[in-house]
């Protein structure tokens, strides 16, 4: 929760304003039944019509402030709740974008989806509600009790008794609900992470009329949400029956011995009225609590899950270059000196659980091992500054693990990851990846123009756009477009082809020039005419450019100036195509496989 008053904290002033608007109105609230009292009583066996209507006036002016105080607290608490929870959203996106590679793999993209979504909607109902229940509920309850208690002491004793059991049920019922409502937030998280692989994945679930299968999938993980949600909000329900029948007993015991005391003379007809409405108003008020208490649950649930991930220390911090070893190739642009590496495993993650974090990391490589499985073992390579590096081997090899080591997504284990002299754990990261172009194996095309998609809200020109395009042999079909780069994409590019869509991300990797361009299975798409093409004019007009190609194909890092075949995490093969082909036997029978298929 104190992630919550936190927050509230920045609008200390509008709160406590909307507070005092609530105090007011409900003391207002609580002069009614008091007036009517007094009416009834002192002012009608007068007979006087003027007191009368005097009198009644003022009952309305009270019930209009009541009205207007109350209204207008409403609004502005929403309001103030509005800019909370935006708040919180805001820093929780920041965070997340920054989280390292282990820690997003730790947490886990559905359960940042939800925390971004629900969990900050139920930080936002809470604010809205503290600001307005938890004033009046409070204020109406006490307030209440001290009013009854100077009209008449006897019937307050009725309402005593029923206080103390109502609040043991409410305290005891909240107490089991906060861990049932971190339970249904967990199960949310397993939710949104199975609709999302189905929405995404939507064309495979319907080539293969897997519909039904993913649909029973589906339902599996919303039925366990669903019982979690059934039981929580049960165990927090079961004070509201309690407390209907407290106060329909106390009612009719309050209209029994108020009846007695009336005929006795011991209290007039008018406090009976004004104590039924009181009654209510108190028993009301705890029944609010009751949901307080509900939404307390809910709220501190959500909190907790956002602020592990707010406070979480950003675990890649920036080395000094006293700290860190100076690779021996002066001359190399960059270079891998003996690096093992493996993705974190069981890592400790939200709601006290262990998240395998290995394998959504090395998703994109398809590498996929067992307990502490190694990913790399003692890769060395070196590369000068506008040479060319090309990455072949089998699906899951660790080819994609080099890139996100050199773009520091993740920390090595052992050995040394360097860039024009220097660690890559001394650069900040925006100087460190500002080096980079980079297409990555599943990239992402955004719902927006073809123009800012290449741009990506970078400082570059329209010409360099356009020449981005070119080379990247994105040209030929923006141009054919009725309007050209103002063509606005789908979700995801959905309205583009598979060669459309690497292309226009092959033309965002060029457009800033990039000291290091990162091509990881970027033209799988491309028919080899394409590809031979985008080849040649990376090469001639971005020759100032450290290009690494990660690829399946032969033809695409033929070329290249050197070429590291891989296997199981580790480097089998090094040199030259030409080198390669005398001295490595499996990329000879990648290359008579691939070159082989392509003259039949």
């Keep these: 929760m104190r992630l919550i008053f936190r927050y509230m904290g920045k609008y200390i002033k509008p709160v406590m304003f909307v507070m005092a608007l609530k105090l007011i109105g409900t003391v207002a609230e609580l002069m009614i039944p008091y007036v009517l009292e007094y009416l009834i009583d002192e002012v009608v066996p007068l007979g006087e019509t003027f007191r009368i209507i005097l009198w009644g006036c003022i009952m309305i002016f009270v019930a209009f402030l009541c009205w207007q105080f109350n209204i207008n607290a409403n609004r502005l608490a929403v309001e103030n709740a509005h800019k909370i929870s935006y708040d919180v959203r805001r820093d929780l996106f920041n965070k997340t ?60 004793g009725i309402l005593c008794v029923m206080l103390p059991l109502l609040a043991v049920v409410i305290l005891t019922a909240s107490s089991r609900g906060i861990p049932l409502y971190h339970r249904v937030q967990e199960n949310l998280d397993d939710v ?37 949600d059934v039981k929580a909000s ?57 949901r307080i208490f509900m939404m307390i649950s809910k709220a501190s649930a959500s909190a907790d899950r956002i602020d592990l991930v707010l406070e979480s220390d950003v675990d890649q911090r920036i080395l000094s270059v006293e700290e860190t070893d100076v690779p021996e190739a002066h001359d190399a642009y960059i270079v891998f000196k003996n690096v093992n590496f493996k993705y974190p495993h069981n890592m400790l993650s939200v709601e006290g659980k262990k998240k ?44 994609t693990t080099i890139v996100n080591l050199l773009m520091r997504f993740y920390d090595v284990e052992d050995g040394g990851v360097y860039i024009d002299g ?101 033209s799988s798409a491309l028919d080899y005419k394409t590809d031979a093409a985008l080849r040649k004019a ?26 590291m075949v891989m296997d199981s995490g580790r480097c089998i093969g090094y040199g030259t195509h030409e080198e390669l082909m005398r001295s490595c036997p499996v990329y000879k029978e990648i290359y008579t496989v691939q070159m082989g298929a392509i003259a039949g």
């Design 97 to 156: 974008m920054h989280l390292s590679g282990a820690q997003f793999d730790a947490f886990g993209l559905p359960s940042l989806t939800s925390r971004m979504t629900s969990d900050s909607y139920n930080v936002q109902s809470f604010a809205q509600s503290f600001q307005t229940l938890c004033v009046r509920a409070p204020i109406m309850l006490v307030g209440g009790i001290i009013v009854t208690m100077t009209m008449d002491p006897v019937l307050s």
């Design 192 to 228: 949104v992470r199975v609709m999302r692989e189905n929405i995404t994945g939507i064309r495979v679930v319907k080539a293969l009329c897997r519909m039904d299968y993913e649909s029973g999938r589906f339902h599996r993980y919303n039925d366990r949400m669903t019982a979690s």
């Design 234 to 290: 049960t165990v927090m329900a079961i004070p509201g029956p309690f407390m209907q029948l407290c106060l329909n007993v106390g009612l009719t015991l309050v209209v029994y011995v108020g009846a007695v005391r009336v005929n006795s003379g011991a209290m007039k007809p008018g406090v009976i009225l004004a104590f039924l409405t009181y009654f209510n108003l108190i028993l009301q008020s705890i029944m609010t609590i009751n």
């Design 356 to 399: 395998d974090a290995a394998e959504a990391a090395s998703e994109e490589d398809g590498f996929l091992g067992g307990e502490q499985e190694q990913c790399l073992y003692d890769i060395d390579f070196k590369i000068k500054k506008g040479e060319s590096l090309g990455i072949i081997g089998p699906t899951g090899c660790g080819k």
């Design 422 to 522: 220097r660690d890559v754990r001394t650069y900040e990261m925006d100087e460190l990846r500002g080096k980079f172009g980079v297409v990555f194996q599943n990239d992402q095309i955004f719902q927006d123009t073809l123009r800012n998609n290449i741009s990506f809200g970078r400082s570059v020109t329209d010409e360099e756009i356009h020449q981005a395009t070119v080379d990247a042999m994105a040209a030929e079909f923006i141009d054919g477009l009725e309007d050209g780069l103002d063509h606005m994409a789908d979700i995801k590019g959905a309205n583009l082809s598979g060669g459309q869509k690497q292309r226009v991300l092959i033309s965002r990797s060029l457009a800033a020039n990039p000291d290091i361009l990162i091509l990881d299975d970027s």
């Design 538 to 563: 990376i090469f001639e007009k971005h020759s100032n450019s450290t290009t690494i190609m990660v690829a399946q194909r032969v033809s695409s890092i033929m070329g290249m100036s050197h070429i």
